[in-house]
């Protein structure tokens, strides 16, 4: 019999008033327990929101009934679709992603030269102003005046002249010197010709190549149609490792899609309103970023997991983060944007942590660990990776100053000695062919042996 759809286990996922209040239960919360389905009590069992002994007592009645917790295990499909290595590698590292590559940096060099040219262009007015004063057609007064406002009078007199072009918006806002430079163009003087060239060169050309280069980048980024989503567990609070694993990454697991990580004080997510988080220096994204601000904050009061840094506190930020999973369009955004640490950082409560790191861990293509130092949460995570079988899907890495000790956590489980993969202070691989394919493999594993339960959203431990 197939198992619920993921949909349907996530509405399980519901903190009940009855259940929240430490002690023993009331009337109300027992009756509320045993009206529950088998997945709602499996959920109800798990929920950090809920007392201990509501907890205690939803999985008791949930053995009672011959359930286990795994029911209430929500697993996101993805996005890969099945295919074998070699159409995998050619997906992640192949032209388009060569496209999305470039067009990004052209995009970001295209601006850099479209300023120069603004510059250029502004620069070359002085010289055209003074050709325009020594032949008589301005006045001295005006060419020391061309910073002032223009008056009524003289807005009348320029829309009378047939220059109500070089009208600003708000025309009370036009200083003199765009109508003296239009004056000096119209008498065909060479210092005006070469700057008008100048400034049509940027706005017709310059500003064409840009919007191209950014239609592409958006198209081969935003649209893209089939990203890997990649579970990062590592050590947190670590100056060191988290240098180096910002640029694993950005380097080596950016490549594949959306990759997931919890925050911590080195590899943190954009503050809601601080400046990177505001004006992204990507310039594409910071053009729209800053308007937006406040629908973003309006939007946020509804769901703490979009517009802004993904926050899990709730079984209802809980559910509203399985779903933004499943926002293809607004994860490529989210990872494009950023100028490193490409990866969707999110934040949770003390309490919520396990199941936000159990659900990203059912709902990934691979498991990325590292093993470079192991504390009581990484032991939680591998025992856990252990228990479903999980490992089939996971890649080890390591820094490599810390080898042995990750080596030594590796031979404690039965798992045939998997393969480690070592990068150094940089966050540099040793050998980055080598791990690629072993992430390739991986994928291809999971993709292949989740598309039967692609439909339900969970893969069993024995097909993972």
């Not at 997931?260 to 970023?289: C, M």
């Amino acid at each position: 019999m197939a198992r619920p759809g993921w949909k349907i286990r996530l509405k399980a996922w519901r903190t009940h008033a009855q259940l929240r209040k430490e002690g023993e239960l009331t009337g109300r919360a027992l009756a509320r327990l045993e009206a529950m389905s088998l997945i709602e009590l499996a959920a109800a069992a798990q929920n950090p929101s809920h007392s201990q002994d509501a907890r205690s007592a939803a999985r008791k009645l949930l053995e009672q009934k011959g359930g286990t917790l795994d029911l209430a295990d929500v697993a996101v499909p993805g996005f890969v679709k099945p295919q074998p290595v070699e159409k995998l590698r050619r997906k992640f590292f192949g032209l388009f992603r060569e496209i999305r590559k470039w067009t990004g940096v052209f995009s970001i060099l295209f601006f850099v030269v479209l300023i120069g040219l603004a510059g250029v262009s502004e620069e070359l007015k002085i010289p055209a102003l003074e050709e325009a004063r020594d032949a008589g057609i301005i006045s001295s007064d005006e060419f020391f005046n061309r910073g002032e406002k223009l008056s009524e009078s003289q807005i009348a007199d320029a829309k009378a002249q047939g220059m109500g072009h070089v009208l600003e918006t708000w025309e009370s806002n036009t200083e003199l010197e765009a109508v003296l430079i239009e004056r000096a163009r119209r008498a065909d003087l060479p210092a005006a010709k070469r700057q008008a060239l100048w400034e049509n060169i940027g706005l017709n050309i310059g500003v064409g190549v840009w919007m191209a280069t950014i239609a592409s980048w958006f198209t081969f980024s935003i649209l893209r149609t089939q990203p890997g989503r990649i579970l990062l567990l590592r050590k947190f609070n670590n100056k060191t490792l988290g240098k180096a694993m910002a640029n694993v990454i950005t380097t080596e697991l950016r490549p594949f899609g959306h990759v997931l990580t919890l925050e911590d004080k080195h590899i943190k997510a954009q503050t809601f309103f601080g400046i990177r988080g505001v004006i992204s220096p990507n310039p594409v994204y910071a053009v729209v970023s800053l308007p937006w601000l406040p629908f973003r904050l309006l939007l946020r009061q509804f769901n703490r997991t979009k517009w802004g840094p993904a926050w899990v506190g709730s079984a209802r930020n809980f559910r509203c983060l399985a779903k933004r999973l499943r926002e293809r369009m607004s994860l490529n955004l989210e990872v494009s944007w950023k100028a490193k640490r490409e990866a969707f950082i999110v934040r949770t409560s003390d309490q919520w942590w396990q199941e936000v790191i159990a659900l990203m861990m059912h709902s990934s293509d691979v498991i990325v660990v590292d093993l470079s130092e192991v504390t009581s949460g990484t032991q939680w995570e591998l025992e856990r990776i252990d228990r479903l079988q999980e490992w089939r899907r996971a890649v080890f890495t390591a820094h490599e100053e810390r080898e042995d000790r990750a080596r030594d956590v590796l031979a404690e489980y039965d798992w045939g000695e998997p393969d480690l993969y070592l990068y150094d202070k940089l966050g540099d691989m040793h050998d980055q062919k080598a791990f690629r394919m072993a992430m390739l493999t991986a994928m291809e594993r999971r993709v292949n042996a989740g598309s039967g339960a692609s439909k339900t959203g969970l893969v069993s431990s024995e097909g993972a």
